[in-house]
């Protein structure tokens, strides 16, 4: 028999999720992201599961559009990093791909095979920075911009930007400069994208003609410090189970380094996941779990393929007992606080050998 260990994927949650972000900006048309593998929980599935509903599915990067067109998803894909090279360009029509073109020489490539009609003339985004000062044109060169590539920049155009820290509630610099671009944008261009998972919850006003909707449709809150999200439903559940369980004697420690130290008589569980399926190697001792739905803690440093937690105490702990390292009943944001990192680091990198089922 198959090892235990998989990622339970809920697609009934996926669509609540869906539906209760839509409903904060009814009028708005909805870009699902699904680069890095739909965030861990299966890129091809999820756009089966949604492409009846969205205008537009996001991806970071070319390849990741070829696996969903190899699986039949039909639906127009967003590329966010726009065309890598300049013969990416060429595909545009073949593979039903918009660009998000942030640099000019990305515009340059597209306008002129539209205007020699070597490419359909596809909608496409052009982004432009507000602060994050990753990817993006300044907003100063729209005009200069907009005169030179005509092609590019038709009324059916994009005009996005990603907001810095639309994920702090409390800032009021992303209000600013949510205001800010608009501003800049009123007498130019209408069809906007503004709005993040983050910028949907917080920020009303960045509603615009498009939003992008990421970790908050996987069930996970983009806010790290303040729970102010919709009702949302976790999607994936990482699941496995104890192989093994030792009585350890007060002195005796647990894993390399033995970096843990039983201070009285504790018992052991051995559970079969470790660093090579993707949970955290860096995960400190206290890190929680559940084992039949109660909490118990990371014993000693993450193997390979196995976690020792702390079980002394809980009843009914046997060999085959259920593990839930996140998911359901145990907020994924829960265990990445602890670990010192976020839940989209831990739900996208949960690796190829732990199958993903899909309810």
Not at 32 to 47: H, S
Not at 83 to 109: A, D
Not at 293 to 314: E, P
Request: glycine share 6%; net charge negative.
């Amino acid at each position: 028999m198959a090892r235990y260990t998989h990622a339970r994927i809920n697609l009934d949650a996926l669509r609540y999720n869906f539906t209760s972000m839509s409903e904060l900006a009814p009028a708005s048309k909805q870009v699902v992201v699904i680069k890095a593998n739909a965030y861990g929980n299966g890129a091809i599935e999820v756009a089966r599961c949604l492409q009846s509903e969205v205008d537009l599915f996001a991806v970071a990067f070319l390849d990741e559009v070829y696996e969903l067109r190899e699986a039949g998803i039909t639906t127009p894909i967003l590329v966010l990093q726009g065309p890598h090279q300049e013969q990416e360009c060429e595909l545009s029509s073949v593979l039903n791909v918009v660009w998000m073109l942030h640099l000019e020489r990305q515009i340059n490539w597209i306008n002129k095979r539209i205007e020699n009609r070597e490419i359909k003339a596809n909608q496409h985004w052009v982004k432009f920075d507000t602060g994050m000062h990753r990817l993006g044109l300044d907003p100063s060169e729209y005009d200069h911009l907009a005169e030179s590539y005509p092609y590019v920049f038709t009324e059916d155009a994009v005009i996005a930007t990603h907001l810095a820290r639309a994920d702090e509630p409390e800032c009021e610099n992303a209000q600013d400069v949510v205001n800010a671009f608009l501003l800049s944008m009123q007498d130019k261009h209408q069809n906007l994208s503004i709005a993040n998972s983050a910028a949907n919850i917080s920020l009303p006003s960045a509603a615009a003609v498009y939003n992008r909707m990421g970790i908050s449709l996987y069930g996970s809150s983009p806010f790290e410090k303040e729970q102010v999200s919709p009702d949302l439903k976790p999607v994936m559940t990482l699941k496995s189970e104890v192989i093994a369980l030792r009585d350890l004697a007060a002195g005796e420690s647990v894993g390399y380094g033995a970096t843990w130290t039983a201070s009285k008589p504790s018992t052991i569980a051995t559970v079969a996941i470790g660093y090579a399926d993707g949970y955290p190697r860096h995960a400190p001792i206290g890190t929680p779990a559940l084992f039949n739905g109660k909490k118990a803690f990371l014993v000693g440093r993450v193997s390979m393929d196995m976690l020792t937690f702390d079980v002394s105490g809980l009843d009914d702990i046997d060999i085959g007992t259920e593990v839930e390292l996140w998911g359901e009943n145990l907020p994924i944001n829960e265990v990445a606080a602890k670990i010192g990192t976020i839940g989209y680091e831990l739900m996208t990198r949960v690796s190829a050998r732990v199958p993903r089922k899909y309810d």
